[in-house]
């Protein structure tokens, strides 16, 4: 607290003082300071001029100035501490207060000789006893000084926290506290309002952030797909690739009709075809693609600028022709989204044309080559059969008959006279065996004998001779063998050529794929993008989560760094 400011006191000490002069100009003696040895240099207090002080009693009036007194005065500090005390016993202090001055005074290693000089001295050095802080202070353990400047810091706030006066005339008495009770409900009052303004001010920010992180740029996206974006039409299609199953004797159409569908990878070629640079390159060249998305009538985010380049052109392609295909149904569909609905549907046309043709060739190198290989070996192996046909006809003409048949011929002619020898031998022996044979009959199987005999000679002798020559029956025979065997071989080659050739064929029509359009595509009559709800929704939930995990972000750092 801050007294009055208050009038210097001097005390006028006598050698032979009587007690009437006591009385009179003597006040009440107050406990004297200590010696200035035990206390620092009081610094006198903010104060008035000096108003002189009335005397306690009526001197009497004469004529002759009064004699001059001697004696012993006190020095301007003593006076000042006396009543600088007697101050602080009038501010109506607390025994509590005083003894909590006295270890504040004893913690700043004072001397005090009372609780009220105790007091002074604090006020002297600047420090408000009666301050929390200093309270506080009286319970930090006494160390080796390492916690020195903490102390002079809490000194310095202290001194910088001390009481301002008041004017004069106010009442300085310290104000009596109501009861603990309704104390803390105040404080328990001031913390809510503390932490109710503390929510609305993050609120506040928090309403601010979100305003301009996240609305301000999902209203941006909404003005541009309700308001600039063009109106874009797209075309849907359907189609699936299908093989023809080989075989089907009892159907009339044998293996043309597809009947199955073909492998995923071929609607995966298909579909990678569509989705390539080659495929919009084509586009391009026959329908004028780039031209139709260089038109100043679409806006600029989806409009493609003049002489722009492929690589940028292909993005465009990618972005308004999407293909999928379902490995389940083996259907791939097709959506092309351009800015007039004519054009989408003419867009989708070629593609599919594109996709046809691009299917046929598929397999058209490899059912080319099959059949290839089947119809050279067939051709050869026709070839030989013919040339062995013909050798052996050129044999059977230049001979004449046939030398197999001619040596069967002598043979059998050969073995029919050995017989008719035998039984004309038989027949001699016969004869001669009677006593008196019959000359005529003797003479006449001798004769028979002979005959058969000559006639067997001449037999072996035209057998032998059509063997042993250069252009004898035999080797007739022998190569007239050697073309039919090679005869009969070529006609197994051809009839193997024939087969493979056969099967050659069924593969190749097993390898044709088709393409078939489930659904045609047609041209739409209200536009399909952009859809401006549902995108206005999703930059919003885009923006509310770019911000979600900024902010999380930024508040784990915070948490790190802080702790």
Not at 112 to 132: C, E, N, W, Y
Not at 236 to 241: E, P, V, Y
Request: charged share 25%.
């Amino acid at each position: 607290m801050t007294t009055k400011p208050k009038a210097r006191k001097f005390r006028i000490k006598r050698n032979t003082p009587s007690s009437d002069a006591v009385a009179q100009d003597t006040p009440v003696a107050a406990p004297k300071a200590v010696s200035q040895s035990h206390q620092p240099p009081a610094t006198p207090p903010k104060a008035a001029p000096a108003a002189p002080m009335p005397p306690k009693a009526a001197a009497p009036v004469a004529d002759a100035p009064a004699p001059p007194r001697d004696g012993a005065v006190s020095s301007a500090a003593e006076v000042a501490g006396e009543t600088d005390i007697d101050a602080i016993r009038r501010e109506g202090l607390t025994g509590r207060q005083l003894r909590m001055a006295r270890r504040v005074a004893q913690k700043h290693d004072l001397a005090p000789i009372s609780d009220f000089d105790a007091v002074r001295l604090l006020r002297t050095k600047g420090i408000d006893p009666f301050q929390r802080s200093n309270m506080l202070e009286l319970v930090v353990p006494e160390g080796d000084g390492a916690d020195g400047p903490q102390q002079l810091g809490r000194i310095e706030t202290a001194r910088n926290q001390l009481p301002q006066t008041v004017p004069a005339g106010r009442n300085t008495l310290p104000a009596v506290d109501g009861s603990p009770a309704e104390r803390r409900a105040r404080e328990i009052s001031q913390i809510q309002r503390d932490i109710s303004n503390r929510r609305r001010r993050k609120l506040g920010l928090l309403m601010v952030r979100l305003a301009f992180f996240v609305m301000l740029p999902t209203f941006a996206a909404g003005y541009y797909f309700y308001n600039v974006a063009t109106p874009m039409y797209a075309t849907n299609s359907q189609f699936l690739i299908i093989q023809s199953e080989g075989g089907g004797g009892a159907s009339p159409f044998g293996n043309i009709l597809p009947t199955q569908f073909a492998n995923s990878a071929d609607s995966i070629a298909t579909q990678a075809y569509l989705q390539s640079k080659d495929a919009m390159l084509r586009l391009d060249k026959d329908v004028g693609f780039t031209d139709h998305f260089s038109d100043p009538n679409i806006d600029p985010i989806q409009r493609l600028d003049a002489g722009a380049t492929n690589e940028q052109a292909y993005k465009i392609y990618k972005k308004n022709v999407k293909i999928g295909y379902d490995p389940t149904e083996g259907v791939i569909r097709m959506e092309v989204i351009a800015g007039d609905p004519n054009i989408s549907a003419s867009f989708s046309e070629s593609l599919i044309d594109y996709a046809e043709e691009r299917v046929n060739n598929l397999s058209k190198q490899k059912r080319e080559d099959g059949m290839k290989d089947a119809l050279e070996g067939f051709a050869t192996a026709q070839q030989k059969r013919r040339d062995a046909q013909e050798a052996l006809i050129r044999m059977q003409v230049e001979n004449g008959v046939d030398p197999q048949a001619e040596i069967v011929a002598i043979r059998t002619q050969i073995t029919t006279y050995e017989g008719l020898l035998i039984e004309k031998e038989l027949e001699l022996s016969a004869l001669l065996d009677n006593a008196r044979p019959n000359r005529a009959k003797v003479d006449g199987a001798r004769g028979d004998v002979r005959r058969l005999e000559e006639q067997l000679e001449k037999l072996k002798d035209k057998m032998s001779s059509s063997t042993t020559g250069d252009n004898s029956l035999a080797e007739q025979s022998v190569r007239m063998q050697l073309a039919q065997t090679d005869l009969a071989a070529a006609d197994m080659v051809l009839q193997s050529a024939q087969t493979a050739m056969d099967q050659a064929r069924s593969e190749a029509s097993r390898q044709v794929r088709y393409l078939t359009v489930a659904v045609e595509p047609v041209a739409p009559e209200e536009p399909t993008y952009p859809r401006k709800f549902e995108n206005t929704i999703l930059a919003f939930l885009i923006f509310a989560g770019i911000y979600l995990m900024l902010s999380l972000t930024a508040s784990i750092l915070r948490e790190q760094v802080t702790s």
